[in-house]
């Protein structure tokens, strides 16, 4: 079940896995992209933490609008309207049924499918959320080492959205950042109590 203390426990987990690996996130998306999903992230996450600190919140949908709000107008790329879509999704989903996380993580997914267009496969950040609401879906137990084992998959795939999607072939044998950055969303989920 979600509730403000978890919520905002996640999300702060969120927001450090990403500021101690931002140049990693960055250097990812140099082989692939435009090198500055470490810095879009880091400044979209920043703004969260700055808003979790400065206000206090009555439900845990609250706290997952704000944070939708701060990553929409902060992240920029491609990546912060695709996270605050999921979070803003996910916050209607919990304002619904705040017991049921594989539906409010789906409710993310969609969001995610619905503005971005991709499917699986196209070596984005859907080639994690998917797989981990599958999971739930079955009712299979989470680790951080099956996320990883997600997250590695997109190693062997060939980009076809997004900006990666331009070396086509070349995209090959590289990590998407956007699937390593939803990888510590998830991993924080663990650390929060969500998961
Ligand atoms: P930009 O590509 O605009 O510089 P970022 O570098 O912050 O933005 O984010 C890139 C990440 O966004 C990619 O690694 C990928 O995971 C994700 N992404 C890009 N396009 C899509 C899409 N259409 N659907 C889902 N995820 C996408
Ligand atoms: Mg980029
Ligand atoms: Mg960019």
């Known amino acids: 079940m979600f509730t403000v203390e978890n919520t905002t426990k996640w999300l702060h987990?969120?927001?450090?896995?990403?500021?101690?690996?931002?140049?990693?996130?960055?250097?990812?998306?140099s082989a692939i992209g435009d090198g500055d999903h470490g810095t879009n992230m880091a400044r979209?996450?920043?703004e969260v933490e700055r808003k979790l600190k400065e206000n206090l919140f009555e439900s845990p949908q609250e706290v997952l609008?704000?944070?939708a709000m701060a990553l929409i107008s902060k992240t920029g790329g491609a990546s912060g309207p695709l996270y605050g879509t999921a979070l803003l999704e996910m916050s209607k989903q919990v304002a619904n049924d705040p017991q049921n996380i594989g539906k409010s993580i789906e409710a993310g997914?969609?969001?995610?499918?619905?503005?971005?267009?991709?499917?699986?496969?196209?070596?984005t950040m859907v080639d994690?959320?998917?797989?981990?609401?599958?999971?739930?879906?079955?009712?299979?137990?989470?680790?951080?080492?099956?996320?990883?084992?997600?997250?590695?998959?997109?190693?062997?795939?060939?980009?076809?959205?997004?900006?990666?999607?331009?070396?086509?072939?070349?995209?090959?044998?590289?990590?998407?950042?956007?699937a390593v950055s939803s990888g510590y969303l998830f991993e924080a989920m663990i650390d929060g109590g969500i998961l």
């Open 128 to 178: 994690i959320w998917k797989p981990v609401v599958e999971s739930l879906m079955a009712e299979q137990q989470l680790s951080k080492e099956r996320i990883q084992q997600f997250v590695s998959e997109t190693k062997e795939m060939k980009a076809t959205k997004g900006r990666a999607s331009y070396l086509g072939e070349r995209s090959l044998g590289h990590l998407d950042p956007g």
């Open 44 to 46: 979209g996450l920043a």
């Open 65 to 67: 609008k704000m944070a």
């Open 109 to 123: 997914l969609n969001g995610i499918l619905k503005r971005g267009k991709a499917t699986t496969g196209e070596k």
């Open 13 to 29: 987990a969120f927001h450090e896995k990403v500021q101690a690996n931002q140049s990693y996130l960055s250097e990812l998306d």
